[in-house]
């Protein structure tokens, strides 16, 4: 339950127990149930509240903050924006500036003169990192308290606890990275029905948070305590206080732990979230006994394992285990069942189909096995289905899928392994539900093209379909279903035939494109790049990957004009699904991030000719594969305009010439392999070569030399490059190196006869040359003489 959407509980509840006579002012109710009437308000409010709120903005030092108050000025303050007051008394009672003010600033003491102020939100700002005012601890009747994001930090001030009739505290996201924060101050706090302490430092307590809570928030509702370094949760407590608490998040943590059993008394939980910590241990059965609840998250507390390219799966390390209890059936609340990345093991058990509220189950990448029950097809609302990297098999038919008419998202396939999983769909079968996106990658489905994918599935934006045995063309509807398409995966199959020509044309929204591992022939459509009509057809694409297929011909220079690998994709929508690429030599998962991926994979196939120098246009390239084709000429000169490459693979083909120079300032290149061609000439130095010093980068080029290569070159050799002479160079050192030699020579001729000449010609120069060596042997010899003298002297 959102934070905002309690308040609006707590305030309809307080409306039923409150009158003029509690000590809450029943105004308060008002603030979200019957907002409308604040705006047409009969009192005006108080001459000293307007005056502290006028104050309050005096502070403000920034011009545009100021603006935002526009409407604070000498009229009635119970019209201002941001500021409500009781219809009954006209004391402002509600102060919203949430999301106000860009610049810092500091909270005027002024506002201490509102004192009817139930409500205060001052969430989003930025106050620079400086304490909680001392004096909030003086808003006696305040209800509501939303500092979070707001930059507040350090100490949090113990007079905090003197809001004994608080309900709502919400610091997320405080700062308190140098200050240790321990829970004390939460003593005074006991009608706290919200809290949210989410990414507060509370390493400090992470020995006592637990028995502080329990002991001083007995009403406590709902829960936060997620990202706070708490690094232990107690299995057991003596007595749970808080059983009303419905609920709980303490995900991100560093629980290494079981499940705790006090979790078991909390009957009232309709939230639970510990995903992101180190739990083990298997799912208990005492889950059956939460019948409230609604959302279960124990997702992400395995730990990613190594993953090599010849793989079969993803590893995981650690995380809950153990098979399924049949008893999750019980839950029939259910709407959100998220357990993936974990150790689970053996099938899913078969009363899965008795949750008649789930909405999404989430089971990928654990270690479960058997087969996917029927009873998953009565789930009618069922939106997403997550079984992602399990080794499932079996027969999946038109009952596993029959009910599900909710249903957007599917993914039960697996990467670079085949499972034993067949889908036996009649192809006059029309199914209940529209997709959105679908990955089936791994399973069998062919060896036609699934045709029950061609009906009522016009919105599909993210389709894989790979290694699932299809040895078909690739059909015209199969393309024409949804001009929605983003991706399109079909990796690894054995399809056959040319790529369709309208590929271009009928899917203009496509940005991620793999068809590689495939039987396909012929050139590449130029529909794919550019066309009169169609140069912004696939002006989105960014990852393109037709790789080990039996395409031919020359790369087309149109391949610089594909604009998705120039330009910053940050503002299209990111892809909601996981996606894993081979980069660098290694498999790298992506899935919000996958727009930040650019990529070009052709390698594999049978492309000749030259390298267009119009790739070298595509400068937010990140990944440039054309490794096994027959490519020829040399490498382009203007390479250096990628100034984005981190992966640069040309092996395995016949390229000549030198390598370009301009390449040491590609400073973002960590993985280059440019063997097994024909490249000649010295090896670049500097910059970023210093970093490519594996010799394998370069082996299989007999005519290079140079670091890190055993060849070394002749002193003085440097590259050719078009239109240089080798020879003509070779002339120019050695004629150099002559000159060096004579004017050496003359230079120690003239130099030493130039001295002992003088002294042989000359009588009188050669007389005061000998008496000054004279006079200096002297100078030694005396010295030498005073201090044997001193040694004696001193012996004696």
């Not at 949760?233 to 059993?261: K, M, Q």
């Given at each position: 339950?959102?934070?905002?959407?309690?308040?609006r509980?707590?305030?309809?509840?307080?409306?039923?127990?409150m009158?003029?006579?509690g000590?809450?002012p029943?105004e308060v109710?008002?603030?979200?149930?019957?907002?409308?009437?604040l705006?047409n308000?009969?009192l005006s409010?108080?001459?000293?509240?307007k005056k502290?709120?006028?104050k309050?903005?005096?502070?403000?030092?920034?011009?545009?903050?100021s603006?935002?108050?526009?409407?604070?000025?000498?009229?009635?303050c119970?019209k201002?924006?941001?500021?409500?007051c009781?219809?009954?008394?006209?004391?402002v009672?509600?102060?919203d500036l949430?999301?106000?003010f860009?610049?810092?600033?500091?909270?005027?003491?002024?506002?201490l003169?509102?004192?009817?102020?139930?409500?205060?939100d001052?969430?989003?700002?930025n106050?620079g990192?400086t304490?909680?005012p001392?004096?909030?601890?003086?808003?006696t009747?305040?209800?509501?308290?939303?500092?979070?994001?707001?930059?507040?930090?350090?100490?949090?001030p113990?007079?905090?606890g003197?809001?004994?009739g608080l309900q709502?505290?919400?610091?997320?996201n405080?700062?308190?990275?140098?200050?240790?924060?321990?829970?004390e101050?939460?003593?005074?706090?006991?009608?706290?029905?919200?809290?949210n302490?989410d990414?507060?430092?509370?390493?400090?307590?992470?020995?006592?948070?637990?028995?502080?809570?329990?002991?001083?928030?007995?009403?406590l509702?709902?829960?936060?305590?997620?990202?706070c370094?708490?690094?232990?949760?107690?299995?057991?407590?003596?007595?749970?206080?808080?059983?009303?608490?419905?609920?709980l998040?303490?995900?991100?943590?560093?629980f290494?732990?079981?499940?705790?059993?006090?979790?078991?008394?909390?009957?009232?939980l309709?939230?639970?979230?510990?995903?992101?910590?180190?739990?083990?241990?298997?799912?208990?059965n005492?889950?059956?006994?939460?019948?409230?609840?609604e959302?279960?998250?124990?997702?992400f507390?395995?730990?990613?394992?190594?993953?090599?390219f010849?793989?079969t799966?993803?590893?995981?390390?650690?995380?809950?285990n153990?098979?399924?209890?049949?008893?999750?059936g019980l839950?029939?609340?259910?709407?959100?069942?998220?357990?993936?990345?974990?150790s689970?093991?053996?099938p899913?058990?078969?009363?899965?189909?008795?949750?008649s509220?789930?909405e999404?189950?989430?089971?990928?990448?654990?270690?479960?096995?058997g087969?996917?029950?029927?009873?998953?097809?009565?789930?009618?609302?069922?939106?997403?289905?997550?079984l992602?990297g399990?080794?499932w098999e079996?027969?999946?038919?038109?009952?596993?899928?029959?009910?599900?008419s909710?249903?957007?998202?599917?993914?039960?396939?697996?990467f670079?392994?085949?499972l034993s999983?067949?889908?036996n769909?009649?192809?006059?079968w029309?199914?209940?539900?529209?997709l959105?996106?679908?990955?089936?990658?791994?399973?069998?489905m062919?060896?036609?093209?699934?045709?029950?994918?061609m009906?009522?599935q016009?919105?599909?934006?993210f389709?894989?379909?790979?290694?699932a045995?299809i040895?078909?063309?690739?059909p015209d509807?199969?393309?024409e279903?949804?001009?929605n398409?983003?991706?399109?995966d079909?990796?690894?199959?054995?399809?056959?035939?040319p790529?369709?020509?309208n590929i271009?044309?009928?899917?203009?929204l496509?940005?991620?494109?793999?068809?590689?591992r495939n039987?396909?022939n012929?050139?590449?459509?130029?529909?794919?790049g550019?066309?009169?009509?169609?140069?912004c057809?696939?002006?989105l694409?960014?990852i393109?990957?037709?790789?080990?297929?039996?395409?031919s011909?020359?790369?087309p220079a149109?391949?610089?004009?594909?604009?998705?690998f120039?330009?910053?994709?940050?503002?299209?929508?990111?892809?909601?699904?996981?996606?894993?690429?081979?980069?660098?030599?290694?498999?790298?998962?992506y899935?919000s991030?996958l727009?930040l991926?650019?990529?070009?994979?052709l390698?594999?196939n049978?492309f000749?000719?030259?390298?267009?120098?119009e790739?070298?246009?595509?400068?937010r390239?990140?990944t440039?594969n054309?490794?096994?084709?027959?490519?020829?000429?040399q490498?382009?000169?203007?390479?250096?305009?990628?100034q984005?490459?981190?992966?640069?693979?040309?092996?395995?083909?016949?390229?000549?010439?030198?390598?370009?120079p301009?390449?040491?300032?590609?400073?973002s290149?960590s993985?280059?392999?440019?063997?097994?061609?024909?490249?000649s000439?010295?090896?670049p130095?500097?910059?970023?070569?210093?970093?490519?010093?594996?010799p394998?980068?370069y082996e299989?080029?007999?005519?290079?030399?140079g670091?890190?290569l055993?060849?070394?070159?002749?002193?003085g050799?440097v590259a050719?490059?078009?239109?240089?002479?080798v020879?003509?160079?070779?002339?120019?050192?050695?004629?150099?190196k002559?000159l060096?030699s004579?004017?050496?020579?003359?230079?120690?001729?003239?130099?030493?006869?130039?001295v002992?000449?003088?002294?042989?010609?000359?009588?009188q120069?050669?007389?005061?040359?000998f008496?000054?060596?004279e006079r200096?042997?002297?100078?030694?010899?005396?010295?030498?003489?005073?201090?044997?003298?001193?040694?004696?002297?001193?012996?004696n």
């Amino acid at each position: 339950m959102g934070g905002r959407g309690l308040w609006r509980r707590l305030v309809s509840d307080s409306d039923a127990e409150m009158g003029d006579g509690g000590l809450w002012p029943w105004e308060v109710v008002l603030f979200d149930r019957r907002s409308s009437s604040l705006q047409n308000l009969t009192l005006s409010c108080k001459e000293n509240e307007k005056k502290a709120l006028l104050k309050f903005k005096e502070n403000l030092t920034n011009q545009s903050d100021s603006g935002k108050l526009s409407s604070w000025n000498e009229g009635d303050c119970c019209k201002w924006s941001g500021v409500s007051c009781s219809t009954k008394t006209g004391h402002v009672i509600k102060l919203d500036l949430r999301n106000t003010f860009s610049s810092t600033f500091e909270v005027n003491p002024s506002l201490l003169q509102l004192n009817y102020l139930s409500y205060l939100d001052l969430s989003m700002n930025n106050f620079g990192g400086t304490q909680i005012p001392e004096f909030f601890g003086s808003f006696t009747i305040l209800r509501y308290l939303n500092l979070s994001t707001s930059s507040f930090g350090g100490k949090i001030p113990r007079n905090l606890g003197n809001l004994s009739g608080l309900q709502y505290l919400d610091l997320r996201n405080y700062d308190n990275e140098h200050v240790e924060n321990g829970l004390e101050w939460l003593s005074g706090l006991s009608s706290l029905k919200y809290l949210n302490l989410d990414g507060f430092d509370l390493y400090k307590a992470s020995s006592y948070w637990l028995q502080t809570i329990n002991t001083y928030l007995p009403s406590l509702l709902e829960l936060h305590l997620s990202n706070c370094q708490l690094m232990s949760i107690p299995s057991s407590l003596p007595f749970v206080n808080f059983t009303s608490l419905s609920a709980l998040d303490l995900s991100s943590n560093g629980f290494n732990s079981t499940i705790p059993n006090w979790l078991f008394n909390l009957t009232n939980l309709k939230t639970l979230d510990l995903s992101l910590n180190n739990l083990h241990g298997i799912l208990p059965n005492e889950f059956s006994e939460l019948t409230l609840l609604e959302n279960l998250d124990l997702s992400f507390n395995g730990h990613e394992g190594s993953l090599s390219f010849n793989s079969t799966n993803w590893q995981f390390i650690g995380g809950l285990n153990g098979n399924l209890p049949s008893s999750l059936g019980l839950l029939k609340n259910l709407k959100y069942l998220l357990l993936q990345q974990n150790s689970f093991t053996g099938p899913i058990p078969s009363t899965i189909g008795n949750l008649s509220s789930l909405e999404e189950i989430g089971l990928s990448d654990n270690e479960m096995n058997g087969t996917i029950p029927e009873s998953i097809g009565q789930l009618k609302s069922l939106v997403v289905m997550n079984l992602y990297g399990n080794s499932w098999e079996g027969v999946i038919t038109e009952a596993h899928l029959s009910n599900l008419s909710s249903l957007r998202e599917i993914s039960i396939g697996n990467f670079f392994s085949k499972l034993s999983l067949v889908f036996n769909i009649s192809s006059n079968w029309l199914p209940p539900f529209k997709l959105k996106d679908i990955n089936i990658g791994g399973c069998k489905m062919g060896p036609k093209f699934p045709a029950f994918l061609m009906r009522n599935q016009s919105d599909l934006e993210f389709v894989i379909i790979n290694f699932a045995g299809i040895s078909d063309a690739i059909p015209d509807w199969f393309l024409e279903w949804s001009s929605n398409l983003t991706a399109l995966d079909l990796k690894g199959n054995e399809l056959s035939g040319p790529i369709p020509k309208n590929i271009g044309t009928v899917l203009p929204l496509l940005t991620y494109l793999d068809i590689s591992r495939n039987n396909l022939n012929g050139t590449i459509p130029l529909s794919i790049g550019k066309m009169p009509s169609q140069i912004c057809n696939l002006s989105l694409l960014h990852i393109l990957d037709i790789s080990r297929n039996n395409l031919s011909g020359e790369i087309p220079a149109c391949f610089g004009d594909l604009d998705g690998f120039k330009i910053d994709h940050h503002d299209f929508r990111p892809y909601e699904g996981r996606l894993k690429l081979v980069a660098k030599g290694i498999v790298i998962e992506y899935d919000s991030t996958l727009y930040l991926v650019n990529s070009i994979d052709l390698s594999g196939n049978y492309f000749s000719g030259e390298i267009p120098s119009e790739i070298t246009s595509l400068l937010r390239l990140g990944t440039l594969n054309l490794s096994m084709n027959h490519l020829t000429g040399q490498i382009p000169p203007n390479i250096e305009r990628l100034q984005w490459i981190e992966t640069l693979d040309l092996s395995k083909n016949r390229l000549s010439g030198p390598i370009p120079p301009g390449m040491a300032s590609l400073t973002s290149l960590s993985h280059l392999n440019l063997s097994h061609n024909s490249l000649s000439g010295s090896i670049p130095t500097g910059n970023q070569f210093l970093t490519l010093n594996d010799p394998s980068i370069y082996e299989g080029n007999t005519l290079l030399c140079g670091f890190p290569l055993s060849a070394k070159c002749n002193r003085g050799k440097v590259a050719s490059y078009p239109g240089e002479n080798v020879g003509e160079t070779d002339d120019e050192d050695r004629y150099e190196k002559l000159l060096l030699s004579v004017f050496v020579g003359l230079g120690f001729f003239i130099g030493f006869w130039g001295v002992c000449g003088s002294l042989i010609i000359k009588k009188q120069w050669r007389d005061a040359y000998f008496c000054f060596c004279e006079r200096v042997m002297g100078w030694i010899i005396g010295i030498f003489s005073t201090n044997g003298r001193l040694r004696r002297n001193f012996l004696n």
